[in-house]
């Protein structure tokens, strides 16, 4: 009887506990931000102005994009590295593609001026060129992810520069400079296309196969396998749609800049791999969301912006980065502990 007293008691007092750390593992990452906009707010009156936000939401929308995509190769234990430079390669090849007549025939004597869709289905599909051979390299030789989109990295970043002989490709048509500088009732349009694909990986990971199949891959790859699911298939997918992403990201960065440069996107993505890891998703695999990470990209968007207002040198901002990086990764190492 006694036992019986002394076990209740002792699951009374470990289910409020219980309860907590569930909470506080769903919602800390939410907790971090709001305490981050408070902070910042305090230590600059600017950074609560509707113009500074527009700005940091228009300057995370690239990296953002890019970690919509990560976010969904991590779920399955897999990483990219390749995709800053494949949205070097996607900004250049598009950019040829949407030259003005009055600089581009001087370049380009053949090349008409085009449509604008022309140089858009350009970057969409030199970005799921790229990430399908990622899918493939991994999914049909075995490489790890790791070496196979390093290796994308550095012939990615060697394309766009042989593409553009090193020189930026400039003088863009309007039509193409509005999909990085122009807006929609108020609101810039890279950060509607940020919320439009995000939404759409929302779906895709929550409500269709390939989210559910993703899920199983990462917690367990050769369950999957057994369970009669196409794992080889389904990698492939990932990458792929993770280059699309970079495509679209490649169009909002030179669209903004009025260039397509074979030097974007240095280090994007390790900011986009930092902005998902920050927002919850476990290298484990299997573990992550497209909320969390759009927090995660937010947190990085404040931390920047914020260090960038109080004059804060960029090489201590790259340090801070690095620092968050490694603090995010040791509380997912050890909230995944405690759940195993």
Same mark, same amino acid.
């Given at each position: 009887?006694?036992?019986?007293?002394?076990?209740?008691?002792?699951?009374?007092?470990?289910?409020?506990?219980?309860?907590?750390?569930?909470?506080?593992?769903?919602?800390?990452?939410?907790?971090?931000?709001?305490?981050?906009?408070?902070?910042?707010?305090?230590?600059?009156?600017?950074?609560?102005?509707?113009?500074?936000?527009?700005?940091? +939401?228009?300057?995370?929308?690239?990296?953002?994009?890019?970690?919509?995509?990560?976010?969904?190769?991590?779920?399955?234990?897999?990483?990219?590295?390749?995709?800053?430079?494949?949205?070097?390669?996607?900004?250049?090849?598009?950019?040829?593609?949407?030259?003005?007549?009055?600089?581009?025939?001087?370049?380009?004597?053949?090349?008409?001026?085009?449509?604008?869709?022309?140089?858009?289905?350009?970057?969409?599909?030199?970005?799921?060129?790229?990430?399908?051979?990622?899918?493939?390299?991994?999914?049909?030789?075995?490489?790890?992810?790791?070496?196979?989109?390093?290796?994308?990295?550095?012939?990615?970043?060697?394309?766009?520069? +042989?593409?553009?002989?090193?020189?930026?490709?400039?003088?863009?048509?309007?039509?193409?400079?509005?999909?990085?500088?122009?807006?929609?009732?108020?609101?810039?349009?890279?950060?509607?296309?940020?919320?439009?694909?995000?939404?759409?990986?929302?779906?895709?990971?929550?409500?269709?196969?390939?989210?559910?199949?993703?899920?199983?891959?990462?917690?367990?790859?050769?369950?999957? %396998?057994?369970?009669?699911?196409?794992?080889?298939? %389904?990698?492939?997918?990932? %990458?792929?749609?993770?280059?699309?992403?970079?495509?679209?990201?490649?169009?909002?960065?030179?669209?903004?800049?009025?260039?397509?440069?074979?030097?974007?996107?240095?280090?994007?993505?390790?900011?986009?791999?930092?902005?998902?890891?920050?927002?919850?998703?476990?290298?484990?695999?299997?573990?992550?969301?497209?909320?969390?990470?759009?927090?995660?990209?937010?947190?990085?968007?404040?931390?920047?912006?914020?260090?960038?207002?109080?004059?804060?040198?960029?090489?201590?901002?790259?340090?801070?980065?690095?620092?968050?990086?490694?603090?995010?990764?040791?509380?997912?190492?050890?909230?995944?502990?405690?759940?195993?």
């Amino acid at each position: 009887m006694i036992a019986k007293i002394m076990a209740a008691t002792a699951d009374g007092k470990a289910a409020p506990s219980q309860r907590y750390g569930r909470w506080m593992s769903k919602y800390a990452i939410y907790m971090v931000f709001i305490a981050m906009c408070i902070v910042m707010s305090i230590l600059s009156p600017v950074f609560l102005t509707v113009a500074n936000l527009l700005n940091v +939401l228009t300057q995370m929308a690239s990296i953002g994009l890019l970690a919509l995509g990560v976010t969904i190769i991590i779920i399955t234990r897999g990483i990219d590295l390749s995709s800053g430079s494949v949205l070097a390669v996607a900004a250049v090849v598009s950019a040829s593609m949407a030259q003005s007549l009055d600089w581009g025939m001087r370049m380009y004597p053949n090349l008409p001026e085009l449509p604008v869709i022309v140089p858009i289905l350009a970057a969409l599909a030199v970005g799921a060129l790229c990430g399908y051979i990622n899918g493939a390299l991994i999914a049909y030789t075995g490489i790890p992810p790791f070496i196979a989109t390093l290796g994308m990295m550095i012939i990615a970043r060697g394309a766009a520069l +042989l593409y553009s002989d090193g020189r930026p490709v400039s003088s863009l048509i309007e039509s193409y400079q509005w999909i990085g500088q122009g807006s929609v009732l108020g609101l810039p349009v890279p950060v509607l296309i940020f919320i439009v694909m995000a939404v759409v990986s929302y779906i895709l990971l929550n409500y269709t196969r390939f989210g559910k199949y993703a899920y199983a891959i990462g917690g367990n790859e050769t369950a999957a %396998y057994v369970s009669g699911i196409n794992v080889k298939k %389904y990698k492939i997918l990932v %990458y792929t749609y993770a280059g699309v992403l970079a495509g679209i990201a490649a169009l909002i960065l030179a669209a903004r800049i009025n260039s397509g440069q074979p030097g974007l996107g240095v280090m994007y993505e390790l900011d986009a791999i930092a902005a998902a890891t920050v927002g919850g998703v476990s290298h484990a695999g299997g573990i992550g969301t497209i909320q969390g990470t759009i927090i995660g990209t937010m947190i990085m968007g404040v931390l920047q912006n914020g260090l960038d207002l109080l004059n804060v040198s960029a090489y201590w901002q790259q340090m801070v980065k690095g620092l968050v990086i490694v603090i995010a990764v040791i509380f997912d190492m050890k909230r995944h502990k405690k759940s195993a």
